[in-house]
């Protein structure tokens, strides 16, 4: 049962998958949202800036602040993953018009850092996004940690990957920014694609949402029958050839794997919720940053191969989750806005 309410900042590259999470996360009773930060990722920052204040517009959640970030890694080009979300981010939906009124004129790492102080008991911060905001937050305030209740992280892998088949998105995009993370003794808790992958929404239940015809149901419905770079258009090959730093996609799903929807996103909002629809553990992590092919490799060490000690475990990695509850859970907070 989830019932506690705790305050809570997430960090979004708003693209389809996080629009989803920012839909289930305002739909969390036990969530207080002070704030919302927007990053670099899926697309450049000023479509992932834009779509966050338009999605949480349309949620009806002008309340929450939101504060714009980094708009590339710390060290690195920027890779993006235009043929999958659409060159803006929000492939299949069109807003009215743009809706600006939430945006502060902080930049992100100010605006984390006064919230943060600002909150009489620590913060839970769900990253879903390059890790480039967060980092930069550790690098300015180094007892920025004793604000945070815990890192909720979308990406690591055991042995899968996206776009790579070892390395994920979250992580290939901005890999120092996780040993950042990683090193900076924060509470730190990761759900990986191994877990993220089956959370998948089904074409039946896809169906299922787009019969709903509450404005949010049509809308969650609109993007996931256009997420993917399966519905990537030729215009929109030109668009991103142009900009160049794309990911590259390479991976071959069967017809069954194309048709589900992995709810990466939202699967990490719901274990900031309730997390005990996961089991998950602790166990020491790091980050390859130099690697010729392994760039964005996260080193699980299950066995303790480094002998380290209980103390120095750094991640509590996600590795069960029961499907049903999680879709359940999900569905059900789409149709909560009817
Ligand atoms: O690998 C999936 C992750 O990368 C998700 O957060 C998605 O939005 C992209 O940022
Ligand atoms: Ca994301």
Same mark, same amino acid.
């Given at each position: 049962?989830?019932?506690?309410?705790?305050?809570?900042?997430?960090?979004?590259?708003?693209?389809?998958? !996080?629009?989803?999470?920012?839909?289930?996360?305002?739909?969390?009773?036990?969530?207080?949202?002070?704030?919302?930060? %927007?990053?670099?990722?899926?697309?450049?920052?000023?479509?992932?800036?834009?779509?966050? #204040?338009?999605?949480?517009?349309?949620? /009806?959640?002008? !309340? *929450? +602040?939101?504060?714009?970030?980094?708009?590339?890694?710390?060290?690195?080009?920027?890779?993006?993953?235009?043929?999958?979300? /659409?060159? &803006?981010?929000?492939? /299949?939906?069109?807003?009215?018009?743009?809706?600006?009124?939430?945006? @502060?004129?902080?930049?992100?790492?100010?605006?984390?850092?006064?919230?943060?102080?600002?909150?009489?008991?620590?913060?839970?911060?769900?990253?879903?996004?390059?890790?480039?905001?967060?980092?930069?937050?550790?690098?300015?305030?180094?007892?920025?940690?004793?604000?945070? &209740?815990?890192?909720?992280?979308?990406?690591?892998?055991?042995?899968?990957?996206?776009?790579? +088949?070892?390395?994920?998105?979250?992580?290939? @995009? !901005?890999?120092?920014?996780?040993?950042?993370?990683?090193?900076?003794?924060?509470?730190?808790?990761?759900?990986?694609?191994?877990? %993220?992958?089956?959370?998948?929404?089904?074409?039946?239940?896809?169906?299922?949402? =787009?019969?709903?015809?509450?404005? *949010?149901?049509?809308?969650?419905?609109?993007?996931?029958?256009?997420? =993917?770079?399966?519905?990537?258009?030729?215009? &929109?090959?030109?668009?991103?050839?142009?900009?160049?730093?794309?990911?590259? *996609?390479?991976?071959?799903?069967?017809?069954?794997?194309?048709?589900?929807?992995?709810?990466?996103?939202?699967?990490?909002?719901?274990?900031?919720?309730?997390?005990? #629809?996961?089991?998950?553990?602790?166990?020491?992590? #790091?980050?390859?940053?130099?690697?010729?092919?392994?760039?964005?490799?996260?080193?699980?060490?299950?066995?303790?191969?480094?002998?380290?000690? +209980?103390?120095?475990?750094?991640?509590?990695?996600?590795? %069960? @989750?029961?499907? &049903?509850? #999680?879709?359940?859970?999900?569905?059900?907070?789409?149709?909560?806005?009817?």
């Amino acid at each position: 049962m989830c019932i506690k309410k705790f305050p809570v900042l997430i960090d979004v590259d708003t693209g389809v998958d !996080d629009a989803l999470a920012l839909t289930a996360a305002c739909a969390c009773p036990q969530f207080d949202i002070i704030g919302v930060t %927007t990053v670099a990722g899926n697309v450049d920052l000023k479509y992932t800036t834009k779509n966050t #204040m338009n999605v949480l517009h349309l949620l /009806g959640r002008d !309340d *929450i +602040p939101v504060a714009a970030g980094a708009d590339g890694p710390l060290e690195r080009p920027l890779i993006r993953a235009s043929a999958v979300h /659409g060159v &803006e981010g929000l492939r /299949g939906f069109q807003f009215e018009e743009n809706y600006t009124d939430s945006l @502060v004129d902080e930049d992100a790492v100010t605006f984390l850092w006064n919230k943060l102080k600002s909150q009489k008991e620590k913060v839970t911060i769900i990253a879903l996004a390059p890790l480039t905001n967060i980092a930069r937050l550790i690098l300015s305030h180094e007892d920025c940690g004793e604000y945070i &209740e815990k890192i909720v992280f979308m990406g690591t892998s055991y042995h899968d990957g996206n776009p790579s +088949p070892i390395v994920t998105f979250n992580v290939l @995009v !901005d890999p120092e920014a996780l040993r950042i993370v990683l090193d900076s003794k924060i509470e730190f808790c990761a759900v990986p694609l191994d877990v %993220t992958r089956q959370c998948y929404l089904t074409p039946e239940e896809i169906g299922m949402i =787009g019969k709903d015809q509450g404005v *949010i149901s049509q809308f969650a419905h609109s993007i996931l029958t256009h997420y =993917g770079s399966g519905y990537l258009t030729e215009k &929109e090959r030109e668009a991103i050839n142009a900009k160049g730093n794309e990911e590259q *996609i390479t991976a071959t799903k069967t017809a069954e794997e194309n048709a589900r929807v992995s709810l990466h996103d939202p699967a990490t909002v719901a274990f900031a919720a309730c997390p005990d #629809m996961f089991t998950a553990r602790k166990y020491f992590a #790091m980050v390859e940053c130099k690697g010729e092919i392994t760039t964005g490799f996260t080193l699980i060490d299950k066995r303790n191969f480094y002998a380290k000690q +209980p103390e120095e475990m750094n991640i509590l990695f996600a590795e %069960t @989750v029961d499907r &049903e509850r #999680m879709i359940n859970w999900f569905i059900s907070a789409i149709k909560s806005y009817n």
